[in-house]
């Protein structure tokens, strides 16, 4: 009496073993150089096919100006940031040479409006000196407000949700978007409480996107603040 071994067919290879064969057996292509040559694959820049030479050709060619359009993009943004930096280094020194405190608090809206192409502009301080207090500057500013000031450790920037800083603009009615940066003795992000609010307005909804970066806003922040402190 014969017995019959019966084995399971083997599973069919798939394309993620052939590749994974060809991943580990770079020698294969040593040993068949011939197929490298004969193998043609559609190229996706026309119905034509191509050899897997010029297939790697048109990847490497595509990989070449991905990366040049990335070294574009970074020196764009490099002058951008440049050209930003030296208006704020303009606008530092309009603040720094205003003799009369009480010119500071319009002196920078003015300036931030027309060197950064802010259409509106408008700020309020609390704690001011005792000849300050009459000042439209000093003035308006609810418990609430102050109290959001402090809480803010970077800029907001976002939509018009109705803050009461919005009224101290000229045409509240017109923004869409806004920021609004917090006044305070030393860095943005301290916990040292809030002195004064900041706030820009713009009818563009995406001027100041919620997505947007901060950095240039914060030391906006920090400098306003050293020059303000003069009121208090």
């Given at each position: 009496m014969t017995s019959k071994t019966s084995s399971a067919p083997l599973p069919p290879l798939s394309e993620a073993d052939i590749a994974e064969y060809l991943i580990n057996t770079p020698e294969f292509f040593q040993r068949h150089a011939e197929v490298l040559g004969s193998i043609t694959i559609a190229s996706p820049h026309g119905a034509r096919a191509v050899s897997l030479h010029e297939r790697q050709t048109e990847?490497?060619?595509?990989?070449?100006?991905?990366?040049?359009?990335?070294?574009?993009?970074?020196?764009?943004?490099?002058n951008e940031n440049a050209a930003i930096a030296q208006k704020i280094?303009?606008?530092?020194?309009?603040?720094?040479?205003?003799?009369?405190?009480?010119?500071?608090?319009?002196?920078?809206a003015d300036g931030i409006q027309a060197r950064f192409d802010v259409p509106q502009a408008a700020l309020r301080v609390w704690g001011v000196a005792p000849q300050h207090q009459s000042a439209a500057f000093a003035s308006g500013v609810s418990e609430d407000t102050r109290a959001f000031a402090t809480s803010l450790t970077m800029p907001f920037c976002g939509p018009n949700l109705g803050f009461e800083a919005t009224a101290w603009l000229?045409?509240?009615?017109?923004?869409?978007?806004?920021?609004?940066?917090?006044?305070?003795?030393?860095?943005?992000?301290?916990?040292?409480?809030?002195?004064?609010?900041?706030?820009?307005?713009?009818?563009?909804?995406?001027?100041?996107?919620?997505?947007m970066g901060t950095e240039f806003l914060s030391r906006m922040a920090e400098l306003a603040s050293a020059a303000l402190a003069r009121l208090r």
């Open positions: 990847l490497l060619r595509e990989k070449i100006k991905g990366l040049e359009q990335r070294v574009m993009d970074m020196v764009r943004h490099g280094h303009e606008w530092a020194c309009t603040l720094a040479r205003a003799i009369d405190p009480a010119d500071l608090p319009q002196v920078a000229p045409q509240p009615e017109v923004v869409q978007s806004m920021a609004l940066l917090p006044l305070r003795e030393g860095t943005i992000d301290s916990t040292t409480p809030a002195f004064g609010l900041l706030v820009l307005g713009s009818p563009d909804p995406q001027r100041f996107d919620a997505t």
